[in-house]
């Protein structure tokens, strides 16, 4: 194990800071631990299993984590690029603001926990990688997915200012998505819940299925303008189409 304890201090300085190279072993950063690095400082997790426990603040150039495991933060982390690969997933239960992209290997898990803050200006889903989040403060540039066979999970609030690309979307009650452009084909499905919203400035169909809830309250799909699209959409029980 690598621990930064309270106080501590690791500053990369333009280097590689790899996780111990062998099986299972962690960094670990403390409350009140810091691992910072301008430059092309970059954390690097390159052993099978490695994982990243953050309660402190991490501030670096990039993530490159090659090696499945996870990077739990419930403090702060800062960074320009955060590649996951292998398997590797990300929990949020602090602060992640990344401000270029984050990408999520196939079958992987970005998870923004309750209170938790995430940003980034990209964050692209491989092939049955899963974003599921709990927080108001959920926010992406775009929001994209390898071949449109990524899945979005939400039961709060979610904005992306550009692209949405999914496979299966669902929004839970009470709950809302809004963004830019939406794509809405490659056979997929959205399940919006009771009181829920999904808003789009614009909106592409390819065929899909969209299912409001069965009982309750009505949820609320905004198409704005349909820019184009072919094939049969379904929209079902329970939903209000505005287009």
Known sequence: QLIVASGGKIDLNGNILSSIKNSGYSIVVMPGGQIVGSGNSLLQGNAQENSLYNGGTINVASFDWTSGGTLYNIGSIETSAMALNSGTNLINYGTTNVSGKISSP?????????GATMYAQSLELKTQATLINHSKNCHFGNATSDFDNGNFETDCKLVIDGDLTPSHLVI?????VECSTLYLHNSGIVEIGNASILKATTSYYQGFKMNGPTSGNPAIFVAGNIAGGYDVASFNNLLYVDV
């Open 172 to 176: 839970g009650d009470n709950a809302s």
């Open 106 to 114: 196939s079958g992987g898990y970005v998870i923004n926990g309750s």
